[in-house]
């Protein structure tokens, strides 16, 4: 079965670091997509970087210059450090998993694996 866990959130002040890890197992991991989600209470789930199998990225455009999504195939995990954190990026964070590659969808899509999620919270 697939298995995809976070780990890392927490509560920092504006201007902090936080580093998200994510381990995903029962699938070929360095053949995966992998992406990170968030969703804020009332606003809607987004997706905030992915990256391809093949290493490239994608960065929604409120995080860019700020986070930066990588991936260690040997250890079956991805990462996502955050720079520069604003309250605004105070919310869950999910790991999803695209392991047929068949592209990113709405938070907790069936065509991907998620997480549980980690909260993420910024204090001003």
């Known amino acids: 079965a697939v298995q995809v866990e976070e780990s890392g959130g927490g509560s920092v002040q504006t201007g902090g670091s936080l580093r998200l890890s994510c381990s995903a197992f029962g699938f070929t991991f360095g053949d995966a997509d992998m992406a990170w989600y968030r969703q804020a209470p009332g606003n809607e789930c987004e997706l905030v970087s992915s990256?391809?199998?093949?290493?490239?990225?994608y960065y929604t455009d409120s995080v860019k210059g700020r986070f930066t999504i990588s991936r260690d195939n040997a250890k079956n995990t991805v990462y996502l450090q955050m720079n520069s954190l604003k309250p605004e990026d105070a919310a869950v964070y999910y790991c999803?998993?695209?392991?047929?590659?068949?592209?990113?969808?709405?938070?907790?899509?069936?065509?991907?694996?998620w997480g549980q999620g980690t909260q993420v919270t910024v204090s001003p």
């Open positions: 990256i391809a199998s093949y290493g490239i990225e």
């Open positions: 999803a998993a695209d392991p047929r590659g068949v592209g990113w969808y709405e938070c907790f899509d069936t065509h991907n694996h």
